[in-house]
Every structure is written in C-alpha cells, then in structure tokens.
C-alpha cells in the first residue's frame, strides 16, 4: 500500500477499544501447493511414518502453545480449544482417514491430508451456525500445521516491534499463543465474526479487534502505521497527523469512561426514581464466570451450553454437565445462573458420533429443543447435570427455541421425569428450581400470553427473534443492513412478551445483544423489561444508562416510538432524546 496514502477498511467491531501502532503481518495463509505424488508399496510404510512424525511435531508445538498460554495466564478455554487441536491431530477421522488414503490410493501424505481436510470441510458446508462455522476453522487450522509440518516449512512467527498491531488472515489460539502480549496492541484480521477465536482471545485480553476485513492481510504492508478501532470496526492505514491526534483523543476518552464505569460496575443500577435494574451477564466458558462477575453481574441471565459440546470429540458425559455447571452455580451463587439447554443445530454433535444430517436450511432445522425432543438421551443426561449442579446453587432451567405448547409441553414432562428419576435415586436437587422458555421464534412471541401460564420466567432472545422475524440470516453480511433491533415488528413483539408476562405475573429478560447496547436501555426499560443480561463489557455500560434516566421518562419514551413507522425514525429520535443527552456516556459514538 502507498506509504502517502490513507485507507480506511470496514470490518466487524469484535472487541471494544483503541489503539495506534504498527503493522505486523502474520503469514498463516495457506500453503496452497504441493505436488501429488505416487507411492509405490514398498514406500507405503515410510509415507505414513512421514505423516506420524508430522503429527508428533505438530503435538509438541500446540503443547508448548498451552504452555505459553498458562504462562500469561490466558483464560483456560483457549488452553482448552488447542486441547481439542491435540485430539484432532489423531482423530480417526483426520489422522486415520490420511494413513487410510495413502495406503488405498498410493498418495503422498500431504495430498492424503489435503484430500481429507476437504471431505471433512464439505460435510460442515451446509451448517448456518456461526459458531459452528467459526469451530470448523479449528479443523483447518490444525490441516495447516500439520501440512507445514510435512512440507518443513516454519509455523509462523514473526517478529514484533513494540507497539504492534497484529494483521493476520486469521488467527488460531495457538498463533496468539505464541505471541509476546506485551508488545501486541490489537488484532485485526480478514476473516471472522464476533464469536471467532480473533474476537473471543481478544475479549479475554480485553484488547481491541476488528475481524472480517476480507483482504487487510493482502492491502497492509509491514510496519505500515495503523489506526485499530474496535469500538466501530475501522482501520485506519497510514493516518494522517490530525487523525492520530483525533484519534489519540478518543483512546484517552475511551480509557477515562472505561475506568469510571469499572469503578461503578459491582455497585447496583437504580433509575433517578428509584428502581433497581437487574443486569445480568452472558456466559459461554465456566472459565468466564469471574470476569463475568468482576464486571458488574448480578447473576447470569444466559449461560449457552452447546460451548460444552462443541470443544471436544465426544458427546459430553452427565458428569462433565454436572462438574460444568457446578463450578459457575457455586461462583454465582446467591446470585442467579440460568442455564441454557442445548441450543445446537444437530450436524456438528452428529458429526463426532459419525452420523451427519445435511440440512438444506439448518438455522430452520433441527436445533436446540427441536434436537433435544428427538435425541432424548442426549437431553437427559443434561438436565440430570443441571438439576444435580441446582443442589449447590441458585440455578434456573431455560429451554430455547420454543415455538409452540406441545414442544414446552414435552420438554416439561422429561424435565419432571428426570427429577423423579433422581428422586428415586436419592440425589439431591433443588425441587422448585424456576423454568423458562427464551423467546426468540415470532410464534412464541405471538402466543406468549398461552405460553407464560406454563413457565416460571421468559427470556427474550432478540438476536434469534430478529432473524426470524425480519427474515434476515444474523450472520449474513449481504443483508446485514436489514438487521434491525429497532425495526417496529422486533419492538411489537417485544412488547407483546413483555405485557403477556407481567399479565401471568412472571418475570421477562432479555439476553439478546440488544440488551448490551445502552442506547436501547431507556426504551427496554419503558417496555417493562425486567432484567438485562449480555456481554461482559457492555454491563457497566448499560448500568450506567439505567443510573441517568428516570422509568417515567423512559415510559413516555417508549410510548412515543412505539407509534413511529420505521427503525430509522426510532434510531433518529434516540440518538437526539438519548445520545445527545448523555454525550459522557456516547464519548465514542
Ligand atoms: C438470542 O437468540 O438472542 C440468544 C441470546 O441466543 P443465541 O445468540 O445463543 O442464539
Ligand atoms: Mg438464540
């Protein structure tokens, strides 16, 4: 890129903050050729001995990552996933399959591993899930290192200069591993979303990322200067004087609010008038729960389990939910914890079992409850998990997906049976633990007033909710322009939940990521919302708006949007009623 020139690249803001440095290109780009190469039989045994040392190689470099990891203390489910690189290496369906085809096909390893790594690639095609797309990057990841390996080329490394921005196609746990943090100031890479390992890494070290700018890698020279701005997903390459100063401004705006919020962060959000706003945090790793807690949680109003199934080969054990779920409930108690049943579609679970689904639309298909009333047994053993952690805690059951009364219905009755179950066996369990359904289907919202009759709590899961009622895929970046929080059908719906609840004399919250932006607090609140749960860093944020407005005046705003026609207009009179009354709590917008 021209030394002169300045470029601004567009990605997505996967990790709050700011910061100014220099470029440092990670190579971690494919290694795209190599030949094919015929093996004659005599030679078959030395071929797969090349490719078992290539796999011992490859387990002593992420064994030295997991060490690097410990030593600064990384969280321990970044340890865990290059954990689940080590059981790759010699899955049966990675390492077997390569020894299978260089000694069926007479082909040199790498083009085996080559051959292999796209059968498994093709057989996640279909999955819409993010997650899971952004978990099948492991697979590749581990392909890499090991063709490296075979090839002897270097893992790669590179070198840092203080103040480095790390520039990457994508990063694996095991190439931030082995990363000195001292001299790393953020992460920006092409590929990713808000739940790859670039933006999950970079949350736990609470430094800023920007993921998804498709060619950063190719356009961003070595050494060239850059602007990160994870707080609006923006790069700034070579910036000219009068943005490093701006932006020098906003990273000391942005560190002064950080500070002033964290102070603030444990102590409760009560409204001008008086009324305390319960702000729960979003839980994915039980290695999480302190930071969860550390930043402001009262409690946790999402824990998303399917994190427990999607970082190992096997289906995990009553025992593994159990142990999970015990560690966070004791962590959180007297707080709350709500645990989420499996909210999975069923192709990656399947995959490890060797039974894959191919599901033309798998975000339609069969996942979370809809996967659970059909494979019982997998339900079971968790339920039995969570009721069993419930004994030492405050914990509350919370099925997702619920579209209708006869899979709430069904859930019930093998909830009651599990608890009979373990009745008869003399396990203790909390009896009256609390059942919620999320609602994230539009025909749950429609029906809530049915529904809340048979439930303890409702949880509006507004990320789900807004995709299928605006019939816009979330992870879809062609129509992201249409992923409306405030679109009036997203707010009818909400409000239709809200006022079938509190009619059946239940609780609602909302766990979506529209509960993190504290731009919508005010009309939430006035909505009736009674408890916000989401990410981490947005608690204090959402505490603090809660602390400026008083309910009345957030009823009459809710009232007025309410009325207006498009998300446009509501967003407009936000920004004027909201952002522009609050300009220490909006320094960056
Ligand atoms: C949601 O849909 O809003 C939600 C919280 O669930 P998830 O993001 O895990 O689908
Ligand atoms: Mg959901």
Request: glycine share 6%.
């Amino acid at each position: 890129m021209d030394q002169r020139q300045v470029h601004i690249l567009h990605g997505v803001a996967a990790s709050a903050g700011i910061a100014i440095g220099k470029a440092v290109i990670m190579d971690t780009r494919k290694i795209e050729r190599y030949p094919k190469i015929r093996i004659t039989e005599s030679l078959l045994s030395d071929e797969i001995k090349r490719f078992d040392d290539a796999v011992k190689t490859s387990e002593k470099q992420i064994r030295e990552a997991i060490k690097e990891l410990e030593a600064h203390n990384v969280g321990k489910e970044h340890s865990f996933i290059l954990e689940t690189h080590m059981m790759m290496l010699t899955d049966p369906a990675l390492s077997g399959r390569v020894r299978e085809l260089i000694t069926t096909e007479h082909i040199n390893a790498e083009w085996a591993l080559k051959t292999a790594l796209l059968e498994i690639e093709k057989s996640f095609e279909s999955i819409g899930d993010e997650y899971i797309k952004s978990r099948v990057a492991d697979t590749t990841f581990v392909g890499e290192r090991l063709l490296r390996n075979l090839i002897g080329k270097k893992t790669s490394r590179c070198h840092l200069l203080d103040n480095s921005i790390i520039v990457a196609h994508d990063l694996s746990p095991a190439d931030t591993a082995m990363l000195n943090k001292e001299k790393i100031l953020g992460f920006a890479t092409d590929v990713g979303g808000l739940t790859s390992h670039t933006s999950i890494i970079a949350h736990s070290l609470e430094m800023p990322a920007v993921v998804g700018l498709e060619n950063a890698s190719m356009l961003i020279n070595p050494g060239d200067n850059l602007i990160l701005d994870g707080i609006s997903g923006v790069v700034i390459v070579n910036p000219s004087e009068n943005q490093i100063l701006e932006y020098e401004h906003r990273e000391r705006s942005f560190i002064t609010l950080e500070l002033k919020l964290k102070e603030k962060a444990k102590s409760p959000a009560v409204t001008r008038d008086g009324k305390y706003v319960k702000v729960k945090g979003n839980l994915e790793f039980k290695d999480e729960v302190k930071t969860v807690l550390d930043h402001g949680a009262e409690g946790i109003g999402l824990y998303r389990t399917e994190f427990l199934y999607l970082n190992r080969n096997h289906v995990p054990s009553e025992e593994d939910h159990y142990q999970a779920y015990k560690t966070v409930v004791e962590a959180v108690s007297p707080y709350n914890t709500v645990i989420r049943t499996l909210d999975l579609g069923g192709d990656k679970l399947y995959s490890s079992l060797g039974k894959l689904r191919n599901e033309m639309n798998p975000v339609m298909g069969l996942r979370a409850i809809r996967l659970c009333l059909k494979e019982v047994d997998v339900f079971r053993t968790q339920l039995r998990g969570i009721l069993r952690a419930s004994h030492y805690g405050n914990t509350s059951i919370m099925f997702p997906m619920i579209s209708g009364m006869d899979e709430l219905m069904k859930a019930k009755e093998i909830l009651e049976e599990t608890k009979d179950n373990l009745l008869k066996e003399g396990i203790p369990f909390d009896e009256n633990i609390p059942v919620g359904i999320m609602i994230e289907v539009p025909s749950a919202a429609i029906i809530a007033d049915i529904l809340a009759s048979e439930v303890d709590f409702f949880s509006i899961g507004t990320n789900d909710l807004i995709q299928y009622s605006l019939a816009i895929d979330r992870g879809n970046e062609y129509v992201n322009y249409l992923y409306e929080p405030l679109h009036p059908a997203v707010l009818r719906l909400i409000k239709f939940t809200v006022d079938a609840a509190h009619d059946a004399g239940i609780t609602v919250s909302m766990c979506g990521e529209m509960a993190g932006r504290e731009i919508y607090t005010p009309i939430l609140l006035g909505m009736g919302i009674d408890i916000l749960s989401t990410n981490a860093f947005a608690i204090s944020h959402v505490k603090e708006m809660a602390r400026k407005v008083d309910l009345d005046q957030c009823r009459r705003i809710a009232e007025h949007v309410f009325h207006m026609k498009t998300a446009d207009e509501i967003y407009e009179f936000m920004n004027q009623e909201i952002v522009g009354k609050s300009p220490d709590l909006f320094v960056l917008s």
